[in-house]
């Protein structure tokens, strides 16, 4: 037996422990971006939001741009995730013909389609999102985790428009959405139902939906 012997077993599970605690600091990490905005961000802020000695931030990550990239890879994923769990009510409001090009098949759309983009939360959770979203540019980690993490957003989208059989792309709905929540902030609106209106806008300039299958 060699001396590496006893010690093997464990080291699945100490690496598991391992993969929490840098999980536990990514996380950290993407609430107070949400929270604070990404200039908050510091080894000292994210281990006090993660409860664990400073000492950890060193430990698990290179430095603080490696924090600020998985923290942006874990909002991107957040972001594509709401997108994704859409499809299901998509496919069940195709099923019961609530989408289609009328008044209300666009609204319903709309409403699936918005609730597919926006960060799930109360107004301030939105503000919080769309704060830091505006001033990820910042940051050059933080701009290039979501540049790389847009590409599954837009994945998700575009399976859900061909769900719901609207003619937009993808793009040009996040970029209503986003213009939307923006503005309804700004001036004191309810963001989704700004969102919701803008959209049916252009889906009935754009042709509406087409034979949803």
């Avoid at 099923?95 to 107004?123: F, H, N, Q």
């Amino acid at each position: 037996m060699t001396d590496d012997g006893p010690a093997a077993p464990h080291r699945p599970r100490r690496q598991a422990r391992g993969e929490r605690r840098r999980a536990e600091l990514v996380r950290a990490a993407a609430d107070i971006i949400l929270r604070d905005g990404p200039a908050a961000l510091s080894h000292r802020a994210v281990a006090a939001e993660a409860g664990v000695p400073l000492a950890s931030t060193t430990y698990y990550f290179d430095g603080l741009d490696e924090i600020v990239a998985d923290a942006g890879a874990l909002l991107s994923a957040d972001w594509a995730a709401g997108a994704t769990r859409q499809l299901g009510v998509a496919r069940e409001a195709v099923g019961r013909g609530e989408v289609g090009d009328t008044s209300a098949g666009r609204r319903r759309s709309a409403e699936i389609l918005v609730d597919a983009t926006l960060p799930v939360g109360d107004r301030t959770a939105v503000r919080g999102f769309y704060e830091q979203l505006v001033g990820a540019g910042r940051s050059v980690a933080l701009e290039s985790a979501y540049a790389r993490g847009r590409v599954a957003l837009d994945a998700a989208l575009v399976e859900l428009t061909a769900v719901l059989g609207v003619a937009p792309a993808a793009p040009l709905l996040v970029a209503v959405i986003d213009g939307a929540a923006v503005t309804a902030l700004a001036e004191g609106r309810d963001v989704r139902a700004f969102a919701i209106e803008l959209v049916e806008q252009v889906l009935a300039s754009g042709g509406g939906a087409a034979a949803a299958t």
